[in-house]
């Protein structure tokens, strides 16, 4: 298949290019500079050089491509109306091809707020942090879209670890800068967590399955609470174990409003996946393999 890629040399949209290429399927992705299109290449994707902000820089990609995958995100005050343009401007060009087309939306677990020790699943109801509450919209946006030749899925990772870093990036990066791995909150909470390889796959089984008008939840079935991935991730990285904790309210200052969805305590259920897709997370979870995760970063960086 021909698969075109937002956000192709982003942390997610990275990793599910190179999952692609190496299944044997055609990917284009959309990046932003020349140094970012050498990436994708040497990943053996085929670049195109543009940006969320000028869906003309990339609609004849997207319209070309028999799956469009859309994992850019731009954490910016315009974050979810690009997120709600970019959705548009894919819809259009699947809508223009004239053929079979399969989109496929990134969401996250985040949606559904503070579950606490209840484990949810893609029926819940979802009370989101202020910051991402369109973000429902958008998914209804999308399923809304799967009718005759257009099909279209929803993924909802959780909190993404591996690799270069994702969210868990910033424990390494203050246990070297800082001593100690800081955290919001006395970090009694749980993340909803998911490797980057693994949510890789599950983007691969959900293009190459026949499945539209689905949502499907990303995450592994580690249960650590935050304070204990900080506290393996500071002993990763030299720190002896030590962390500090910062209020909410100082977060929402320094970070900005991200630092709510990383106060939030969850459990989510990812076994539609499993049953649906065939799909089985392969990493046990953050702590298991935090020094593995901890070379990688520093390798990247």
């Known amino acids: 298949m021909k698969v075109f890629i937002t956000g192709a040399s982003g942390y997610i949209g990275s990793a599910v290019a190179e999952t692609f290429t190496r299944a044997g399927h055609d990917v284009v992705g959309l990046v932003r500079s020349n140094e970012k299109a050498a990436m994708l290449a040497a990943a053996e994707g085929r670049p195109v050089i543009g940006s969320m902000q000028e869906p003309a820089s990339y609609s004849a990609a997207a319209r070309d491509s028999q799956v469009l995958i859309h994992c850019a995100a731009e954490y910016s005050a315009e974050y979810m109306n690009l997120d709600r343009r970019t ?65 279209t899925l929803v993924v909802r990772p959780g909190c993404v670890y591996g690799g270069r870093g994702g969210l868990t990036a910033s424990w390494f990066e203050s246990a070297e800068k800082d001593g100690a791995v800081r955290m919001i909150g006395e970090g009694g909470n749980r993340w909803a967590m998911i490797h980057v390889a693994d949510l890789a796959n599950l983007y691969l089984r959900a293009a190459e399955s026949p499945w539209g008008g689905e949502i499907f939840n990303a995450t592994d079935r580690s249960r650590f609470t935050v ?31 991200m630092a709510e969805g990383l106060s939030l305590d969850q459990h989510v259920d990812s076994s539609k996946a499993v049953r649906m897709l065939n799909w089985q997370p392969r990493h046990g979870g953050f702590v298991d393999g935090v020094s593995r995760y901890y070379s990688a970063w520093k390798a990247a960086r």
């Not at 959705?87 to 503070?114: H, K, M």
């Not at 020790?117 to 893609?122: I, N, P, S």
């Not at 991730?233 to 900005?256: D, M, N, V, Y």
Request: proline share 5%; aromatic share 4%.
């Open 87 to 151: 959705v548009d401007a894919l819809l259009e060009s699947a809508a223009q091809s004239g053929g079979p087309r399969l989109l496929i939306y990134t969401s996250g677990v985040w949606v559904y707020g503070n579950t606490g020790g209840d484990m949810v699943d893609e029926s819940a109801e979802m009370t989101p942090p202020a910051f991402i509450g369109r973000r429902i919209e958008h998914e209804n946006r999308i399923l809304d879209a799967t009718q005759g030749r257009i099909r």
């Open 227 to 257: 304070r204990e991935c900080a506290e393996a991730a500071s002993r990763a990285a030299g720190a002896g174990g030590h962390t500090k904790s910062l209020p909410l309210e100082e977060a929402l200052q320094t970070i900005g409003p």
